[in-house]
């Protein structure tokens, strides 16, 4: 089993989020995506593209579930760096991000 280095606690809750960065080549990218956990040192969700470990990244998260625009929204916005990116099943991609920087807009 792989050791655990996890600091703070993980959620469980599907929030909607944006990442967006560049790619090995240079050219920009962004996706959406729901996460599957999130923690205040970072986060763990599924792409439909694999990112290279040790690529900056950013996201915006909104903090709400919430359907519809119910004002108003809570969004993390953060910095962060790729620790993993991982294969799934599904032919997704589980990519883990650490936080370098992060508020709460």
């Excluded at 089993?1 to 993980?10: A, I, L, Y």
């Excluded at 959620?11 to 960065?21: I, N």
């Excluded at 620790?83 to 997704?92: F, H, I, K, M």
Aim: net charge positive.
């Amino acid at each position: 089993m792989p050791e655990q280095r996890r600091f703070s606690p993980r959620v469980r809750v599907p929030y909607t989020a944006r990442l967006w960065s560049t790619d090995a080549a240079g050219r920009k990218w962004k996706e959406d995506a729901v996460l599957d956990n999130i923690s205040t040192g970072g986060l763990y969700l599924r792409l439909n593209r694999r990112v290279r470990e040790g690529a900056h990244v950013h996201v915006v998260v909104c903090l709400s579930t919430a359907a519809g625009e119910v004002p108003p929204r809570l969004r993390l916005a953060a910095h962060g760096l790729v620790l993993r990116s991982e294969p799934q099943p599904d032919n997704t991609w589980g990519v883990a991000v650490e936080f370098s920087r992060r508020r709460v807009l």
